[in-house]
T-cell receptor
Framework: KAGVTQTPRYLIKTRGQQVTLSCSPI?????VSWYQQTPGQGLQFLFE???????NKGNFPGRFSGRQFSNSRSEMNVSTLELGDSALYLC????????????FGQGTRLTVV | AQSVTQLGSHVSVSEGALVLLRCNYS??????LFWYVQYPNQGLQLLLK??????LVKGINGFEAEFKKSETSFHLTKPSAHMSDAAEYFC??????????FGSGTKLNVKP
């Protein structure tokens, strides 16, 4: 059974640009969540999608957005990149209920220069 | 609201020694609790989870954790550390909608 796949693994962008990250969840999982991991702030929740609907959103500016497709694949987009957006972005997939574990991808390392 | 506090950002043990990583949580509802491990430049791998039932939870690689409601704790232990256990460990609590609240992490160093 394939795990959570995130692409690309590494990305370098310039300030002001936008970026799109992709996440393919485990087959059968309908919930996809995104997290930002930085040395200073740790792991922070960005948003969660279930059946193409955003159910939960963290405290991030509107420059961070996401979507989920009918096959449960998800993308997140960051517009007008800032240096502080440099981070490891992790995607997690799970079944609907919160009592099951989230399976994490290997992440996308975004560097903004 | 849920939150997690991990005591000790760095823990160092000798190979073969007991590993104890501390986690305290705050939750307004019965918690779902997890421990994850992260190796450099990798995602998070689940070690173990507590949802309901037995309060002593066994996980992979010889790790276990005990849910103590009265102490709001979920400490992670392993009787004998191995060099391969060196990594960063995260305690987390989740809500019904798969929103995970992570602790700040504890880096475990294992000395030969």
């Amino acid at each position: 059974k394939a795990g959570v796949t995130q692409t690309p693994r590494y990305l370098i962008k310039t300030r002001g640009q936008q970026v799109t990250l992709s996440c393919s969840p485990i087959s059968g999982h309908r919930s996809v969540s995104w997290y930002q991991q930085t040395p200073g702030q740790g792991l922070q929740f960005l948003f969660e999608y279930f059946s193409e609907t955003q159910r939960n959103k963290g405290n991030f500016p509107g420059r961070f957005s996401g979507r989920q497709f009918s096959n449960s694949r998800s993308e997140m987009n960051v517009s007008t990149l800032e240096l502080g957006d440099s981070a490891l972005y992790l995607c997690a997939s799970s079944f609907e209920r919160g009592d099951t574990e989230a399976f994490f991808g290997q992440g996308t390392r975004l560097t903004v220069v | 609201a849920q939150s997690v506090t991990q005591l000790g950002s760095h823990v160092s043990v000798s190979e073969g020694a007991l590993v104890l990583l501390r986690c305290n949580y705050s939750s307004s509802v019965p918690p779902y609790l997890f421990w994850y491990v992260q190796y450099p430049n990798q995602g998070l791998q689940l070690l173990l989870k507590y949802t309901t039932g037995a309060t002593l939870v066994k996980g992979i690689n010889g790790f276990e954790a005990e849910f103590k409601k009265s102490e709001t704790s979920f400490h992670l232990t392993k009787p004998s550390a191995h060099m391969s256990d060196a990594a960063e460990y995260f305690c987390a609590v989740s809500d019904y909608f798969n929103k995970f609240y992570f602790g700040s992490g504890t880096k475990l160093n294992v000395k030969p």
